[in-house]
């Protein structure tokens, strides 16, 4: 039986009560006019038998026509007289003598029945009495009683009567609508699908599915309201429907739409709205069920995302339109209010803007106010560097994110990786927070990988004309350095060293010859002399180490640095009041063995030639950051000051010039680390030590 059935039986019920009700008390007044009518007749004239006796065959008849059970009983409950209808409902003789109605009453309704007489003696009456009664054939049924008390001419009572109603059915009626009612309130309470009822906007009343999916309890969700808890652009429409709703030119409607959760995520779903109206048209309230839709949603958006890519850049090699067809479609998928693509250009350690969607687009497909940010700057810098996309649900908490247009709260940031190497990056953002899913992030990588190949190959053909254009200029020059080169390490290892060799060896010789000739000033001068010859020699063997530091005579091998670290401690002088210490075990890297050598040993003596402290301590660390590892040397020496950390990493540059100090190590440190596509800076407090940082990229 559905709710409106239900609905018009309980109407009918109403008013068949109302009527019998108002018949009763007409039937009860009269009633008791002719039979207090009768007594004052009997006593006061015999003659008026004949008129008493047609009154009392009036008062039969009516007393024989009634359609309820009518009965007259003494005060003590003792039956005196039943209708037919009494007698159908009781299943008792009419002439029965020994029936008291004590006898008819169900037993839990004993208490009820004797409070109920009780107000019958002290009121004279009582109307609507419910409650149960046993047959004689102890079948139990629902009656209503109307009752007063038959009064004599001195308007004492002497019997009592009343009108029964069967109510059994309509009672059996309301107990089924009642279970019907429990039973849809328990289905819905464990329904899968959230379901609300609302009325005027407002959210009345919500199954435990709904709290579960917005995060609210029951008492939060009855304090708001429909706008509330929905996605801000998907409200208008909403609307629109609800105004149809209103009008009645429409009873349902099915609407894909988000809802916001108290923790500030969405999901799609799936809202089915019924409205609920009165008799005359009006609408009492709306049902909606609600279907979490959000991960068919995600995956159908998903395939056909990944299809229109492919569709869209198939056969494409310009780098700008794939870039442009990438932030259209990405774009659209997410409905997001910005998308840009970035290409990482190595050569200056940057990311360039080449494509965009959203305010940063202008007519002529231009990006608007292009800009270019350093590796490792900003979120997209961040990504770019560690080859790890990010979801970024308020970018007002990361300190990383840099404003270009307009501040927006949600930023989803992927890498276009190939081969190890992060070629560009997709970001896009928008100006909700936590608007940007896992299942975005996972479609995104998707596409970055699906364009990898495509783009790299835009890449290498851009770089493959550059190259070709500069090949035959290049050569050229390459040719003319080598030469010089040669030309250069024959005449550093000849011409140079033969003769500081031979002015070294006559000093010598002047020194022994005239050891007691010369006086004390004319002997710091000899020695002075042989320091130089000493530094001359060093810097031009530390010349040839730096111009022997090419990728031409690179090899590549597992290089346990752990190993290497060995060698070194071997081969450098550690005073003892110097202690080297790893934080952590090394890598084994595919590297030059040699440059790699080259790198630790010239950090180390420079660390150990500057540390003053009575203790000194050189502690070494490394992280690995997915492309590539990060190394620290740090010591407790004298510190550098801030305007020196680029200028100590040129070439005969030394902030302390010493007798085996040429001002070329660190800049062979520096080629080396450049070698491997690496960084390298510092961190320095003066008087308390200095931390060098580098880079190098991992090697397949």
Not at 15 to 29: D, G, P, T
Not at 275 to 292: L, M, P, S, W
Request: net charge negative.
């Amino acid at each position: 039986m559905n709710d409106k059935k239900i609905a018009i039986l309980e109407r009918a019920l109403t008013r068949e009560r109302a009527a019998r009700k108002q018949a009763e008390l007409i039937l009860e007044k009269k009633s008791a006019d002719l039979f207090g009518l009768t007594q004052q007749l009997k006593v006061s004239n015999t003659k008026l038998e004949e008129l008493l006796t047609e009154k009392t065959s009036q008062i039969q008849e009516v007393f024989e026509n009634i359609i309820d059970a009518y009965v007259v009983m003494d005060l003590k409950g003792n039956i005196l007289k039943m209708n037919d209808a009494a007698v159908d409902l009781f299943g008792y003789e009419s002439n029965t003598t020994s029936l008291n109605v004590i006898k008819l009453i169900y037993k839990e309704d004993f208490e009820y029945a004797m409070l109920s007489y009780k107000e019958l003696i002290k009121n004279g009456f009582f109307s609507n009495y419910k409650a149960r009664i046993y047959t004689k054939n102890k079948k139990i049924k629902w009656v209503q009683i109307n009752a007063s008390l038959i009064l004599n001419e001195h308007k004492k009572p002497i019997a009592a009567q009343g009108i029964v109603r069967d109510i059994t059915e309509a009672e059996n009626a309301a107990t089924i609508i009642k279970e019907q009612k429990r039973e849809l309130e328990i289905i819905v309470d464990n329904s899968s699908f959230g379901i609300i009822l609302t009325q005027f906007g407002n959210i009345v009343k919500s199954n435990e599915a709904f709290q579960n999916l917005l995060g609210y309890s029951e008492s939060e969700m009855k304090s708001l309201t429909i706008k509330d808890v929905s996605f801000a652009k998907d409200f208008p429409e909403l609307q629109r429907y609800l105004s149809k709703l209103d009008a009645g030119e429409i009873d349902d409607f099915i609407i894909n739409k988000r809802y916001r959760k108290k923790n500030g995520d969405y999901f799609w779903s799936k809202t089915s709205v019924n409205a609920v109206r009165d008799q005359e048209g009006n609408i009492k309230c709306q049902v909606a069920i609600i279907e979490d839709i959000t991960a068919r949603r995600d995956e159908k958006l998903t395939i056909e995302m990944v299809n229109n890519v492919a569709k869209s850049i198939l056969g494409k090699t310009d780098i700008n339109e794939i870039a442009w067809e990438l932030t259209s479609n990405i774009s659209e998928y997410l409905g997001s209010d910005d998308c840009v693509i970035y290409i990482v250009d190595y050569n200056t350690n940057s990311l360039e803007q080449i494509a965009a969607h959203g305010e940063k687009l202008t007519g002529e497909k231009e990006v608007l106010n292009r800009i270019s940010l350093p590796l490792g700057s900003g979120i997209v810098g961040r990504v770019a560097n560690t080859g790890i996309g990010e979801v970024i649900s308020d970018t007002s908490l990361d300190e990383h994110y840099i404003v270009d247009d307009r501040r927006r709260y949600s930023e989803i940031t992927v890498p276009i990786v190939f081969n190890g190497k992060v070629l560009g990056v997709i970001d896009s953002e928008h100006y909700d927070k936590s608007y940007f899913t896992k299942a975005h992030l996972k479609t995104l990588t998707n596409i970055a990988q699906l364009v990898a190949l495509q783009l790299r190959n835009a890449i290498n053909l851009i770089e493959r004309e550059k190259t070709e254009a500069q090949n035959r200029q290049l050569l050229k020059k390459l040719e003319i350095s080598n030469n010089e080169l040669e030309e250069y390490a024959h005449i550093v290892s000849h011409d140079l060293k033969s003769p500081l060799r031979s002015i070294y060896a006559l000093v010598d010789w002047i020194k022994e010859d005239n050891e007691d000739l010369f006086n004390k000033e004319t002997t710091q001068n000899i020695g002075l002399i042989e320091s130089t010859l000493e530094k001359m020699e060093q810097l031009i063997i530390d010349v040839l180490e730096y111009s022997s530091v090419t990728s031409e005579r690179t090899v590549s091998e597992a290089v346990d640095l752990n190993d290497v670290l060995s060698d070194i401690h071997q081969i450098l002088y550690f005073p003892d009041h110097i202690k080297l210490s790893l934080k952590k075990k090394l890598p084994i890297i595919n590297a030059d063995r040699v440059r790699v050598q080259q790198l630790f040993q010239n950090l180390i003596g420079n660390a150990i030639r500057y540390i003053d402290k009575d203790k000194g301590l050189i502690e070494i660390d490394v992280e690995d950051k997915n492309l590539y590892y990060l190394f620290s040397i740090t010591d407790n020496g004298v510190g550098i000051e801030k305007k020196f950390h680029e200028k100590i990493f040129k070439i005969f540059q030394s902030l302390k010039k010493g007798k085996v100090s040429s001002g070329i190590g660190l800049s062979i440190v520096k080629k080396i680390v450049d070698l491997y596509d690496g960084r390298i800076w510092l961190e320095s407090v003066v008087g308390q030590g200095t931390t060098f940082y580098f880079t190098l990229r991992k090697q397949k």
